[in-house]
């Protein structure tokens, strides 16, 4: 049983900042990528940033110069510092990992989900 759980959201005014945080725990044997989805009322979820084992990381064009992903591989956990906040970063951010739960067996894994809300 793998488990993610999120911590970090709350409301902001624009411009200001936030830091999400994301451990993963359970029977793990390795994690390849983590990151971070958000999902906006009427919206589809999106990719917000993504991050691998050797620390390379991608992120949306909306959010790139502002948000910054990383990862602590000996805690499982991943990070999104969120800097210069719009209202339009207003969403369900979601945790994601693809886990190794066996040397050759993986799944994708989910958090519940952490509201941000930034206000103009």
């Known amino acids: 049983q793998v488990q993610l759980v999120e911590s970090g959201g709350g409301l902001v005014q624009a411009g200001g900042s936030l830091r999400l945080s994301c451990a993963a725990s359970g029977s793990i044997f390795s994690i390849n990528d983590m990151g971070w989805y958000r999902q906006a009322p009427g919206y589809q979820r999106e990719l917000v940033s993504t991050?691998?084992?050797?620390?390379?990381?991608v992120y949306a064009d909306s959010v790139k110069g502002r948000f910054t992903i990383s990862r602590n591989n000996a805690k499982n956990t991943v990070y999104l510092q969120m800097d210069s906040l719009k209202p339009e970063d207003t969403a369900v951010y979601y945790c994601?990992?693809?886990?190794?739960?066996?040397?050759?067996?993986?799944?994708?894994?989910w958090g519940q989900g952490t509201q941000v809300t930034v206000s103009s």
């Open positions: 994601h990992a693809h886990i190794y739960t066996g040397r050759f067996i993986s799944d994708n894994f």
């Open positions: 991050i691998y084992r050797d620390g390379i990381a």
